[in-house]
């Protein structure tokens, strides 16, 4: 999964980069202190995992994978090239969803390039900024679908359906991930676009050291932006995060209930950003590795076999399930087996959350 961070500049994107990855990329008291991209990648974190080698050790773990990249901030008129412009905006063309970073925090040492903390004005400025983005996008493209639309090529005549009424709406100020009764091909068509105001949002409120479960008004106004939208979000002190990132892990842990919180900002936008995908985790288990795999929710038994390898897909015969919870409760595999609780699953089978599975395939 990718994540691709926006925001306004100087708001905490770099820092918040940070506190995910612990890369300590420049962040700085100064807008534009990000002029290349910083990329990261991530383990998810996922305490299922050393439960399953503590019932059965193996060789090596490998949870999910999180690509953070974290590109130079937004200003208004971005798109007719104020501040950096907006030709960063080429790196988050492919990632899977959106984390805008908003600032929350008052303080009157960290320059807000806009001279106030008003999170509806800056989230506007961003999605405006966006928009146009795709509007440009758009426009560059649909004039050649047009003309092969125009010479009788049905796939270019629905896509250019599908685009004049994207540019429709962004000219009307509504990003396309509010668009309602788009109908699932439409959506997959919209995937290969390249657009970025349909991608799923998570808001990071960047929030003061002293309101870290989000207090505050300024808060209220994100979370009533993401709720209107079926985004989510997740409050965080990204100079705090940042600071816990670089700790040995040990004091990590020590220092975060000293805080009064229950996890690093990356275990929660991990998984606020898995829920606003629609996706979740499962596992195959071995001497040899214990694996997260991520899958989309309501992905049946060979869909969910694909991601491992298409053979396991096309090969599918059936899966040997049991879940996380049956190894806690019987100890080991067998003892599972023994009781019953080791299900053969068919093609129809619909995986669910924290499932284990063994895959059956002929080759
Ligand atoms: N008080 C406070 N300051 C913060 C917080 N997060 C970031 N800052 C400070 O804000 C300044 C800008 O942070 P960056 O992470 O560089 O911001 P950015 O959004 O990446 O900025 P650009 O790359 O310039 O777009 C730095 O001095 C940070 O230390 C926070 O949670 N609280
Ligand atoms: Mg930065």
Redesign the pocket.
């Known amino acids: 999964m990718e994540v691709g961070v926006v925001?306004?500049?100087?708001?905490?994107?770099?820092?918040?980069?940070?506190a995910l990855t612990s890369a300590g990329a420049?962040?700085?008291?100064?807008?534009?202190?990000?002029i290349e991209p910083n990329v990261g990648v991530v383990s998810v974190p996922d305490e299922r995992l050393a439960i399953l080698n503590a019932h059965m050790p193996t060789e090596k773990i490998i949870p999910a994978a999180l690509k953070v990249v974290?590109i130079?901030?937004l200003v208004k008129g971005a798109s007719t090239g104020e501040g950096l412009g907006n030709k960063f905006l080429s790196h988050i063309r492919e990632v899977d969803a959106i984390v805008h970073?908003v600032r929350c925090?008052e303080?009157g040492?960290?320059l807000h390039v806009d001279g106030s903390v008003d999170p509806q004005r800056d989230i506007d400025t961003i999605d405006t900024e966006l928009m146009l983005a795709d509007l440009e996008t758009l426009e560059k493209s649909v004039d050649k679908h047009r003309r092969l639309a125009k010479s009788g090529d049905k796939a270019a005549l629905e896509l250019v359906a599908v685009m004049d009424r994207l540019i429709d709406e962004l000219k009307r100020g509504v990003p396309i991930r509010r668009l309602s009764g788009l109908k699932p091909e439409e959506h997959a068509l919209i995937r290969t676009m390249g657009v970025i105001t349909a991608k799923r949002v998570l808001y990071v409120a960047?929030?003061?050291?002293n309101d870290l479960h989000g207090g505050s008004p300024h808060v209220e106004k994100v979370r009533q932006r993401a709720a209107a939208e079926n985004g989510a979000v997740v409050c965080?002190?990204?100079?705090?995060?940042?600071e816990l990132a670089e700790m040995a892990p040990e004091d990590r842990a020590e220092m975060l209930s000293a805080m009064g919180l229950k996890e690093p900002a990356l275990a929660a936008v991990a998984r606020e950003a898995y829920r606003i995908l629609g996706l979740q985790s499962y596992f195959t288990a071995g001497p040899k590795e214990i694996r997260a795999w991520t899958i989309p929710v309501g992905a049946t038994a060979p869909q969910a076999a694909g991601v491992i390898h298409t053979d396991f897909e096309k090969g599918f015969i059936r899966a040997e399930i049991y879940s996380v919870d049956d190894l806690v409760r019987y100890k080991t595999e067998s003892a599972i087996r023994a009781a019953g609780k080791l299900r053969a699953e068919g093609k129809t089978y619909v995986f669910q959350e924290g499932d284990v599975a063994h895959f059956l395939f002929s080759s």
């Open positions: 925001g306004l500049p100087n708001v905490g994107k770099s820092t918040l980069f940070n420049l962040a700085a008291n100064y807008p534009f202190a990000t974290d130079a901030g970073v925090f303080s040492d960290i960047n929030v003061d050291e965080v002190c990204a100079r705090l995060e940042a």
